[in-house]
């Protein structure tokens, strides 16, 4: 498929969960920069999707696309929130949230609990959809904090 394909085909598949009121509740915290949450979970969704079909992956993709969205679903302001320890901790607070607003599958489970490994060195990803997000959510962290220091966002 296609660079432009792919960008249609995913918003295809995301665009009902990407309007879900729960889920639009991240456009309300900053990830980085002035990149907020739900961009944040947009872009590591996308390119959770494009890595699964440029790179024949075999994914689920419903399941690929929910744990991307929901994986930094902690709620809360992590500049102004907390001991310091965000990284560590918020996996485990966005899971307990997604569990709590949304049913979930065990691998969606996974994709939130280990998004962060090897920093969460015990909560390690155990299913293809769990590494893609692991590291798609490193590719777009980099790629935001790049553009924030450069004044770019
Ligand atoms: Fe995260
Ligand atoms: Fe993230």
Request: charged residues 25%; hydrophobic residues 35%; contains cysteine.
């Amino acid at each position: 498929m296609k660079k432009r394909d792919l960008r249609a085909a995913f918003y295809e598949a995301a665009d009902e969960f990407l309007k879900d009121h729960k889920v639009i509740q991240m456009k309300n915290f900053i990830q980085h920069g002035n990149v907020t949450t739900y961009d944040h979970v947009r872009h590591v969704a996308e390119c959770s999707y494009r890595m699964n079909h440029r790179f024949h992956l075999h994914a689920n993709d419903f399941e690929l696309i929910r744990g991307a969205i929901l994986h930094d679903y902690f709620l809360y302001d992590w500049h102004t929130f907390g001991d310091g320890l965000h990284g560590y901790h918020h996996p485990a607070r966005a899971l307990k949230n997604a569990e709590r607003d949304f049913g979930l599958s065990m691998r969606e489970k996974n994709i939130i609990s280990s998004h962060m490994w090897p920093l969460t060195l015990r909560s390690c990803p155990k299913c293809r959809e769990a590494w893609i997000v692991c590291l798609a959510d490193k590719i777009c962290s980099t790629y935001e904090t790049i553009r924030m220091r450069k004044g770019m966002a």
